[in-house]
């Protein structure tokens, strides 16, 4: 064959239409722009039923007007680019056909590059399904385009297509889409793996929950009852706080994404759906809720003050310049109080004060590991949070002040007659002091040299020298009893 005739062949052949949602995006636009309607005005919520009340086509564009999902960062499926980067190589027109509103969808085709056109909902008209099919129809003729898409909803598109290629999202879909369409090429298949699943709950997490133990371990209640309580106590901690970093992630896409490291997250790189994300927590808060009531009364509500604070942290207090760190203090402190609860102990106001001081100093350390992060990337603000890397001059003394006063409060308590009550040798505990410092200090040096994970309890857990420390502090406890 000729060149010529070769090129010939070429034009004539159809376009290649995409589906966008799960098909090209590896996400639902029209979720995740709820989502960020929701993060951004929680006061607004309510808006959202009437506008669906309207139809689908004036929810997403009452959306669109307010917020954007971050389409210049939006996870893209691989299969699916190089399909269309094989299409525009062969010289055949490429389209996008989405049911998400146009704004969404145009933004999107001028960051794939190349794309001849933008089918797309608007006010009024929600293209989708039947209407989708009808509008390509209209445009291209009765199989005179192949159709990518992912959901059952394109099965009226691929009927009047000349070729099917499918994304599948599960076995059962694959079958159902072979029986109907026995030509269809399946281009990918994705799987969520159980690791993904994993580090959505980020068990290495947990470790903050086993603050529930302190009360006891300080008040020396060693029992059965006591260590079997604070372990029931722990799991609801486990549990709630997986939820609560669930919804976080959900509602900090776009932010996630921005981000080095916190974009390989699962939600933030669409290797979990927001559906299941959104299932996930409720469930885990349903389970945590119910295996609380094997506790006193008392717990349940700390509990609940836990969940909402974390809610309430998700939804706006983490954008409140010094608010969101001394939220972060205080949701350390009420896991201490949990553990009071759960043990039926009277509070110690020695150890809540304590806590409230170690734990403001770490919650800033990790706002001032996340802004160095940004100065070394020469990015002016955080993402998501109300500072900028000029903030670090008054937020390092601010997390040593704290740090500092932490040791403070643990000299006056080694000074007060309820040390004398529960150690045979209280003059020992002393010891423990300069190695606190020393722990705080070092915690601070290496956040200043970047060197610091951003949350410094997970630094801790993998810092060896945090290690020798803790079983410095143990050893000294028990010489001292």
Not at 50 to 55: A, I, P, S, T, V
Not at 94 to 104: F, P
Request: aromatic share 8%.
């Amino acid at each position: 064959m000729s060149q010529a005739a070769g090129q010939a062949s070429r034009a004539v052949e159809p376009p290649l239409v995409v589906d966008v949602d799960g098909t090209l995006v590896r996400t639902d636009l029209l979720q995740e722009a709820a989502l960020q309607f929701v993060a951004r005005f929680p006061w607004a919520v309510w808006r959202l039923p009437l506008w669906l009340l309207k139809g689908k086509a004036t929810l997403k564009a009452e959306l669109a007007s307010r917020v954007n999902p971050g389409i210049a960062s939006v996870p893209l499926r691989a299969e699916t680019v190089g399909a269309i980067r094989a299409a525009q190589a062969e010289g055949r027109a490429v389209y996008l056909a989405s049911a998400s509103d146009r704004r969404y969808v145009d933004e999107l085709a001028q960051r794939i590059g190349g794309v001849a056109g933008v089918f797309a909902s608007e006010p009024g008209a929600n293209l989708a399904g039947a209407a989708k099919a009808a509008r390509l129809e209209g445009a291209f003729g009765t199989q005179g385009y192949d159709y990518l898409g992912d959901r059952p909803v394109d099965f009226p598109v691929w009927r009047s297509a000349r070729r099917q290629i499918a994304v599948s999202h599960g076995a059962g879909f694959t079958r159902r889409v072979r029986g109907a369409f026995p030509d269809v090429e399946v281009i990918a298949e994705p799987r969520s793996s159980v690791q993904a699943y994993v580090r959505a709950l980020r068990p290495h997490q947990w470790a903050k929950n086993t603050l529930v133990f302190l009360p006891a371990i300080a008040g020396h209640q060693f029992s059965l009852a006591s260590l079997g309580a604070s372990s029931v106590a722990f799991l609801c901690f486990s549990m709630a706080a997986s939820s609560s970093y669930l919804v976080n992630d959900l509602l900090d896409l776009p932010a996630d994404r921005d981000h080095p490291t916190k974009r390989t997250r699962p939600f933030a790189a669409g290797v979990l759906s927001i559906p299941t994300g959104m299932l996930l927590g409720l469930a885990l808060i349903v389970g945590a809720a119910a295996i609380g009531l094997l506790l006193p009364p008392g717990f349940s509500l700390v509990l609940a003050a836990y969940v909402a604070t974390t809610l309430a942290y998700s939804l706006f207090l983490k954008r409140k310049l010094l608010i969101d760190v001394i939220t972060l203090a205080g949701l350390y402190a009420i896991r201490v109080f949990g553990g009071i609860r759960a043990a039926d102990q009277p509070p110690s106001p020695w150890l809540l004060t304590f806590c409230l001081f170690i734990f403001l100093s770490l919650a800033t350390v990790k706002r001032c590991s996340e802004m160095i992060v940004r100065r070394n990337e020469g990015k002016d603000v955080v993402a998501g949070r109300g500072y900028r890397p000029s903030d670090l001059n008054a937020l390092m003394p601010l997390a040593a002040a704290a740090g500092y006063g932490a040791v403070l409060v643990v000299t006056l308590y080694l000074a007060s007659p309820e040390v004398s009550r529960l150690y045979t040798h209280p003059v020992r505990m002393w010891l423990t002091c300069p190695v606190l410092l020393y722990w705080i200090s070092r915690v601070l040096v290496l956040s200043s040299r970047g060197e610091l994970h951003e949350d410094p309890v997970v630094f801790a857990l993998r810092d060896p020298v945090s290690w020798l420390v803790v079983l410095y502090v143990g050893l000294v406890i028990a010489v001292s009893l």
